[in-house]
């Protein structure tokens, strides 16, 4: 992911309430590095 994309995502993500999005955001990122690195 470039980080325009993560930039954007963030952005797009803080209309949601704080749990979920940190939530999606975790588990969006989590599985982003662990493609990388697999």
């Known amino acids: 992911?470039?980080?325009e994309a993560i930039?954007?995502?963030t952005?797009?993500?803080t209309r949601k309430p704080l749990p979920e999005r940190d939530?999606?955001?975790n588990?969006?990122?989590g599985?982003?590095?662990l493609a990388?690195?697999?």
């Open 7 to 9: 930039i954007q995502l």
């Open 1 to 3: 992911m470039t980080r």
């Open 27 to 29: 588990d969006r990122l």
């Open 11 to 13: 952005r797009r993500e």
């Open 31 to 33: 599985r982003s590095c």
């Open 23 to 25: 939530t999606e955001i």
């Open 36 to 38: 990388k690195f697999h």
